[in-house]
């Protein structure tokens, strides 16, 4: 069965310290992990894919299949980075329940 | 640029009604999907639908049905809408391939009363 974990339904960080939201998965095929992000009365929308292993506002993640997870990370935690995040497992497009980022001033 | 509308963006309806949701892709996009995303528990799948007329059952498909007549357009239906259905609805597609992400809608706040 696929599945996606995020355990911090919540996060706080201070602006200008690194952040890290996380996400395990279960799936016994080659996973394809991304992170969608939703911002205040937006549409949800990609943020990262693994598989471009690319940084995207200064966000980073790397897929670890010994651990089976796929870590969003940004070293210096801005305060437009608040939004809902979520982590998500192709194919079968599953996603986490979500962690809500608050970045304070 | 790739558009995903949904019919409606809020809908107020009766226990026991038949209720639609439409959602449409401009972009020739194979995958479709529906979720359901209710605070606290993130996006759950209902249905998805990777070819015209296919469909596929989510986590969740109880009291739900979907119909794919054509490419562009994937419909949800409560055969009988109850409380427990009052939900904000949220369609993607997406292309077939590796990497591909999904492209989302911006929802249908449903209340059932």
């Known amino acids: 069965a696929q599945r996606v974990t995020q355990p911090e339904k919540l996060l706080s960080v201070f602006k200008g310290a690194p952040v890290e939201l996380k996400c395990n998965y279960s799936?016994?095929?080659?996973?394809?992990l991304f992170w969608y992000v939703q911002y205040s009365r937006q549409r949800l929308q990609l943020l990262l894919r693994?598989?471009s292993r690319e940084s995207i506002k200064g966000f980073t993640a790397d897929l670890n299949k010994g651990e089976t997870s796929f870590h969003l990370k940004k070293p210096f935690a801005q305060e437009e980075d608040s939004a809902m995040y979520y982590c998500?497992?192709?194919?079968?497009?599953?996603f986490g329940a979500g962690t809500r980022l608050t970045v304070k001033p | 640029d790739v558009k995903v509308t949904q019919s409606s963006r809020y809908l107020v309806k009766r226990t026991g009604e038949k209720v639609f949701l439409e959602c449409v892709q401009d972009?020739?996009?194979?995958?479709m999907f529906w979720y359901r995303q209710d605070p606290g528990l993130g996006l759950r799948l209902i249905y998805f639908?990777?070819?015209?007329?296919?469909?596929e059952k989510g986590d969740i498909p109880e009291g739900y049905s979907v119909s794919r007549e054509k490419k562009e357009r994937f419909s949800l239906i409560l055969e009988s809408a109850s409380t427990n259905q009052t939900s904000m609805y949220l369609c993607?597609?997406?292309?077939?391939?590796?990497?591909?992400?999904?492209?989302f809608g911006p929802g249908t706040r449903l209340t059932v009363l």
């Open positions: 993607a597609s997406s292309l077939v391939g590796e990497g591909n992400e999904q492209f």
């Open positions: 799936y016994s095929g080659s996973p394809e």
């Open positions: 693994h598989i």
């Open positions: 998500a497992l192709r194919p079968g497009g599953r």
């Open positions: 972009m020739d996009h194979e995958n």
């Open positions: 639908s990777y070819d015209v007329k296919m469909k």
